[in-house]
C-alpha cells in the first residue's frame, strides 16, 4: 500500500530565510506520480508541481524548487528567501496505479515578519 | 482559468438528515474525485468516478454514501444519514482525461453535523 510521510509537522522561520519541507514516499509500483499541494489559511488546496516517477531532473520554480530522489525515495521542497504569503500548510501526495491521492499528514509553515 | 465550484461553501446540518454536496467540475475534465479532510488532519480519499461509475473507493466510502453525475456538469456526494463524525470539509476534484495527471480541487464544503 502507498504512504507519504512528512516528518515536520510545524516549520516556523522569519521572512527571507530559506526553508526545506521533507517528504518521504512508500509504494511498490515502479510508475507514480508526486505532488505538491498548498493549503493557505483561506483552506482550498492549490496544486504547486508533478513529477513523474521516471523523471528525476529536479525543479526550480521561482523561489520554489524540488529535488526528487528514488534512491531515497523522497520529494523534498525548499522555498528560497521566504515570505509572509508562504505560511500555510503544505502536503506532500502520492499516486501510483490506483486513482487515488495519498496524503502526507502536512507541515504547516509559519513564515514571521 | 477555469476552475472547480463547490457548493454550498458552508452546510449544517443535523444528525441523520440527508445532505447532498454539489461540485461543478472543469469542463473537459472526465475523472472526478471525493475528498474530506476533518479539521486539523490529512486530506483522505473516498472515491473516483469515471465514465459514469465508481472507479476506486476508500474504506471512509461506506453505504451511507453516493455519488453522482445527474448531467454533463455536476457532481454530487450525498450522505444519507449524517453522523457527528462526518463533519468536515468535503474537496471534489477533477482531472482532464489526457495530459498532465494532476487533480484540480475546488474550494471546499464545509460540513458541519450538530
Known amino acids: 500500500a502507498q504512504k507519504v510521510t512528512q516528518a515536520q509537522t510545524e516549520i516556523s522561520v522569519v521572512e527571507k530565510e530559506d526553508v526545506t519541507l521533507d517528504c518521504v514516499y512508500e509504494?511498490?509500483?515502479?510508475?507514480?506520480?508526486l505532488f505538491w499541494y498548498k493549503q493557505p489559511p483561506s483552506g482550498e488546496l492549490v496544486f504547486l508541481i508533478r513529477?513523474?516517477?521516471?523523471?528525476?531532473q529536479n525543479e526550480i520554480s521561482g523561489r520554489y524548487s524540488w529535488n526528487f530522489q528514488k534512491s531515497t525515495s523522497s520529494f523534498n521542497f525548499t522555498i528560497t528567501a521566504s515570505q509572509v504569503v508562504d505560511s500555510a500548510v503544505y502536503f506532500c501526495?502520492?499516486?501510483?496505479?490506483?486513482?487515488?491521492?495519498?496524503f502526507g499528514e502536512g507541515t504547516q509553515l509559519t513564515v514571521n515578519p | 482559468e477555469p476552475e472547480v465550484t463547490q457548493t454550498p461553501s458552508h452546510q449544517v446540518t443535523q444528525m441523520g438528515q440527508e445532505v447532498i454536496l454539489r461540485c461543478v467540475p472543469i469542463?473537459?475534465?472526465?475523472?472526478f474525485y471525493w475528498y474530506r479532510q476533518i479539521l486539523g488532519q490529512k486530506v483522505e480519499f473516498l472515491v473516483s468516478?469515471?465514465?459514469?461509475?465508481?472507479?476506486?473507493k476508500s474504506e471512509i466510502f461506506d453505504d451511507q454514501f453516493s455519488v453522482e453525475r445527474p448531467d454533463g456538469s455536476n457532481f454530487t456526494l450525498k450522505i444519507r444519514s449524517t453522523k457527528l463524525e462526518d463533519s468536515a470539509m468535503y474537496f471534489c476534484?477533477?482531472?482532464?482525461?489526457?495530459?498532465?495527471?494532476?487533480?484540480?480541487f475546488g474550494p471546499g464544503t464545509r460540513l458541519t453535523v450538530t
Open positions: 513529477r513523474n516517477s521516471f523523471d528525476e
Open positions: 468516478f469515471y465514465n459514469n461509475e465508481i472507479s476506486e
Open positions: 501526495a502520492l499516486r501510483d496505479s490506483g486513482s487515488r491521492l495519498t
Open positions: 476534484a477533477s482531472r482532464a482525461p489526457t495530459g498532465p495527471k494532476e487533480q484540480y
Open positions: 469542463s473537459n475534465h472526465l475523472y
Open positions: 509504494t511498490r509500483d515502479t510508475t507514480y506520480y
